[in-house]
């Protein structure tokens, strides 16, 4: 693909040595070649400003100069650079003031006004807008007029003014009805505005306005972009058949005008219509197609754009590798034509995908990659949403506080700009998303009534519906299904008015849950059949299913036993064909409930026991899933100040960037004072260093941005290492919990069982025994369970020492107390010997723990008539506590293990279970208290602990407690 779009590039390079060599320029053609290639292949767009530049030095004329800086302006446009775009326009307009160019004053003026419209600077572009509407007016351009209209309406609906919108653009057809030009052009641009805000009957009828219009002008590039604007208003509307039968009427139109851009164009547009109704390979068929003609046409941009959709439609496929490599092709295009805010995209869509497929470290780095690129050349608007993706990851994760603080940051950042609404109903919306997975079912309702609030004022039925339906689904939680019922209603109101088929199933399904709840039967049925059917109309099979299973559930309540198992059975076979194990699941549960109804316990078992084999073989697949999702919470929660470091190298990045483009500005404006003293002797010199700078410029920008981004990859692997690391941690605390916490409770429930049906029947003695393991394994339980919540405090940062003077002979005292009993059954002596007055500054709590799970281990690890010792004593700097038993011993390879959660366990002399746990937790307290801790060991003779704490400078003789 890449050699094709070389082509033209080639093309271009030979244009260029023909004109050096004295052919004559079209300049008209330059201009149109500049446009075209601005934005698709920025390199063949500065070839031609090159030829135009020299065009300007033979012909330095207000004119042609003017026509130069409108073209540079297009092609700094295409590179994003938008602020050098404007220096270009400002110079056109200044040039153009004369009454010879007003035509051309105009034309920068709006270029000027399109320009601050896609910055953001909204309020500035429609002052400007009205300064070139006035100058037409008063000049009696109407073509200009027209044009400033329409771009004064496109400004309106931008921001969300529709009304606004719509009357600047009926004035533009006024006026062109008037003369008898531009009617077709009206029409569209009024049908465009009105697809924007969700209204397709009205977008319809005016496009077909436009269409007719245009086949009377014989204006056949107007007629296929009309075409695809139905093509596209039918798709959303759910109708296939009229979407693609007017697509392909303009396919063969653009095939027999060899408008190959347009056609490459519609063949995407037909690929997003076969992804839209859930035939993706098709879709890919169709992008394939688009993306050929596109390499081949060298439309760099273009094919950035079809590779993303390709991505799209393998992500549908569930075909990640192949989804992640078109994007990465697109990220590589992205790269050649040096346009950093496209990259930034690609990487926000890389992290769309990978949060998709549940890899979030993957995710977090494409979207931090994101959020570094547009803080540097984006607007605060594309930094709020790339802050939106990463709450979203945050939120998928249950890490609601984090999702919470970045939502706020980005409603911060867009609450006092002249923003896009779209962008504010979409924050809000997720705010209320996360409020709902929480279950403030309050903060929710409030969060989805402000985007309810900005959707109304915009005028967008489709957002309003699904607004709506959102605080419908949250009064059903709240059991509030009066609430919910009307909120739904009203819904269905607007979409039925709007021609919202997509939607309106959802919105009947939710009707029928409404009424199913309020054990409103026969209306249920009503609902979830209507639903069916528009699912099935929408070639939506998951959506069917889910209908026909609800309403065999309640042909079972109402003892149509056998209508309930039709649906129900056929809501299983479309769930197996469309590979949705879900459906399968809760079909067959489903089905075992019908079976039991009619008292057929034998099937309803059998079913039942399906089910619950279904449902193993679906949590089997997602535990260790499931796992990693945990390990990333817990990640993410510690590596947050690392994150916010690198948020704020960003940060200083961007500050750094404003002030060297500050600088350039400066530079330029003196070097352009210069310029105007000597441009009619250097011309042809400083075109030739113009375009050399300008290429040396871009590559030192792809170097540079190349190292930082690998700079970021390094500390993100960093980070990604430290993460596997935790990940073996919490896994070996998974299987604490899962194995070593669960056995003593299985001997718990089946002792206590026997003993509590069969107690009259044993005799004395076993009853005993029986009494003994059951104190043994709650021992046990208990024991675990305190080192566990004691690892918690410390991991989550909850443990608080209240260190002070501790008497070591007392504290030691009280371990061995409770040690006793187990080393009584073992036969095993315990000898202490300390001084009564030896005293550490230490947390008593902690420390204790430390003595109970050393105790705990030798005795364990100590055959029937061994021997332990505690020995105690102190120094002016330190006290020290050995524990010693002339236990098993310890393997020399094994000692380096010993204090890590992920080491290894043995089982003791008489078969004790153990988990490693309580070492670790002796490590980090002693740690803790500014002391150590370590281990000297001989198989086969015993091993010895020794602890180390601050003491007080007094030292006593060492005497026998």
């Not at 070839?47 to 297009?74: G, T």
């Not at 695809?228 to 697509?247: A, P, Q, V, W």
């Not at 001997?747 to 009853?767: F, Q, Y």
């Amino acid at each position: 693909m890449l050699q094709k779009i070389k082509v033209p590039l080639f093309l271009a390079l030979l244009a260029f040595n023909s004109f050096s060599q004295g052919s004559k320029v079209n300049i008209d053609s330059l201009i149109a070649t500049i446009k075209k290639y601005s934005i698709e292949n920025p390199e063949v767009s500065a070839i031609s400003c090159n030829r135009l530049f020299l065009q300007v030095k033979q012909n330095p004329s207000d004119s042609l100069r003017a026509l130069y800086h409108l073209a540079m302006s297009e092609y700094k446009s295409g590179l994003g650079l938008t602020g050098d775009a404007l220096g270009h326009v400002d110079s056109a307009i200044t040039i153009t003031q004369s009454k010879r160019t007003q035509s051309l004053y105009v034309d920068a003026l709006l270029k000027k006004s399109a320009l601050l419209q896609r910055s953001g600077n909204y309020s500035e572009a429609i002052k400007v807008n009205e300064k070139a509407r006035l100058t037409a007016l008063k000049g009696k351009n109407n073509r200009l007029l027209i044009q400033s209209l329409l771009l004064r309406g496109d400004i309106y609906k931008e921001i969300g003014q529709y009304n606004d919108a719509l009357s600047k653009k009926g004035e533009a057809l006024a006026i062109a009805k008037k003369i008898g030009v531009g009617i077709a052009e009206c029409h569209q641009s009024i049908g465009s505005t009105q697809w924007n805000f969700g209204n397709y009957q009205e977008a319809l009828k005016s496009y077909f306005e436009g269409l007719i219009a245009a086949e009377k002008d014989n204006d056949t590039l107007r007629i296929i972009q009309l075409l695809k604007n139905i093509g596209l208003t039918y798709r959303e509307t759910g109708n296939f058949d009229k979407s693609t039968s007017h697509l392909s009427k303009a396919l063969q139109i653009a095939e027999k005008s060899k408008l190959n851009d347009e056609l490459a164009d519609i063949l995407n547009i037909m690929g997003g219509v076969y992804l839209k109704f859930s035939q993706p390979a098709k879709a890919i068929e169709y992008y394939k197609q688009s993306l050929n003609i596109r390499g081949t046409l060298g439309y760099k941009q273009s094919s950035i754009n079809t590779l993303n959709n390709l991505a799209k439609a393998y992500l549908l496929l569930k075909n990640s590798s192949e989804s992640i490599t078109s994007l990465n092709k697109a990220l590589e295009l992205s790269k050649e034509i040096g346009d950093p805010l496209t990259e930034a995209n690609i990487h926000n869509e890389l992290g769309n995908t990978y949060l998709t497929i549940e890899d979030y470290p993957e995710a977090l780095r494409r979207y931090l990659l994101a959020l570094k690129i547009r803080q540097s050349y984006g607007k605060d608007e594309d930094i709020a949403r790339t802050m939106v993706n990463i709450a979203l990851v945050y939120r998928r994760l249950g890490l609601f506080r984090n999702a919470q603080k970045y939502m706020s940051e980005a409603k911060g950042l867009v609450e006092n700009l002249d923003a896009k609404p779209d962008l504010k109903i979409y924050i809000y919306q997720n705010m209320g998303n996360v409020y709902y997975d929480q279950k403030q079912y309050t903060n929710a309702i409030n969060a989805y009534q402000k985007a309810l609030e900005l959707s109304e004022k915009k005028g967008d039925d489709l957002q309003v519906t699904r607004v709506l339906r959102n605080i419908a689904q949250t009064y059903l939680d709240l059991n509030k299904p009066s609430k919910a019922r009307n909120t739904i209603t009203q819904a269905i109101k607007i979409a039925l008015r709007s021609n919202q088929n997509q939607l309106l199933a959802d919105l009947y399904n939710t009707l029928g849950n409404i009424e199913r709840q309020d054990n409103n039967f026969d209306l249920a049925l009503t609902h979830y059949n209507t639903a069916k059917e528009k699912y099935k109309q929408n070639l939506n099979a998951d959506g069917e299913a889910l209908c026909l299973r609800k309403i065999g559930e309640i042909y079972s309540l109402q003892g149509r036993y056998r209508d309930a198992k039709v649906n129900i059975t056929q809501s299983i076979r479309i769930g197996k064909s469309v590979g949705n194990p879900y459906l399968v699941l809760l079909g067959t549960l489903a089905l075992s409930d019908v079976e039991k109804a009619q008292g057929k316990f034998q099937n309803a078992l059998t079913l039942y026991q399906k089910y619950v084999y279904l449902k193993d073989s679906i949590e089997d697949a997602k535990r260790s899933e499931a796992n990693i999702d945990a390990h990333i919470n817990l990640e993410l929660d510690k590596t947050k100040t690392e994150i916010k470091l690198i948020e704020a190298e960003v940060e200083a990045l961007r500050t750094k960037v404003e002030l060297d483009r500050e600088r350039i500005n400066k530079q330029k404006a003196q070097r352009n004072l210069l310029v105007t003293a000597v441009i009619f002797l250097l011309f042809i010199a400083f075109g030739s260093f113009y375009l050399f700078n300008q290429k040396k410029n871009l590559a030192r920008l792809q170097r540079e941005k190349y190292e930082e981004e690998e700079r970021i990859n390094q500390k993100l692997k960093q980070y990604q290492a430290e993460l596997e690391q935790n990940i073996k941690t919490k896994d070996k605390l998974f299987s604490i919990v899962a194995h070593d916490l669960r056995s003593p409770f299985t001997a718990l429930v089946g002792l206590s069982e026997i003993l509590a049906t069969k107690a009259d029947e044993l005799p004395p003695s076993e009853v005993k025994e029986f009494s003994n393991h059951i104190h043994q394994s709650a021992s046990n339980v208990l024991a675990l369970t305190e080192n566990l919540l004691s690892w918690a405090r410390s991991q989550t940062g909850k443990l608080v020492l209240n260190q002070a003077y501790i008497n070591i002979c007392e504290l030691i005292s009280k371990a061995v107390e409770v040690a006793s009993l187990p080393a009584g059954e073992k036969e095993i002596k315990i000898e202490v010997i300390c001084n009564e007055t030896v005293t550490a500054f230490a947390d008593y709590d902690t420390l204790l723990t430390i003595i109970r799970n050393l105790l705990s281990n030798a005795i364990k690890f100590t055959p029937g008539g061994g021997k332990i010792s505690l020995k105690a004593s102190s120094d002016n700097q330190k006290v020290t506590i050995q524990v010693t038993d002339t236990g098993v011993g310890i393997a020399p390879e094994n000692l380096s293990n010993l204090f890590r959660l992920d080491g290894f366990t043995t089982k003791g002399t008489n078969s004790e279970s153990g988990t490693g746990l309580g070492l670790m937790l002796c490590k980090e307290f002693a740690e803790a208290n500014g002391g150590t801790i370590s281990v000297s060991s001989t198989l086969g003779k015993g091993t010895t602990f020794t602890i180390t704490l601050p003491a007080k400078n007094v030292m006593y003789d060492q005497e026998t407690c």
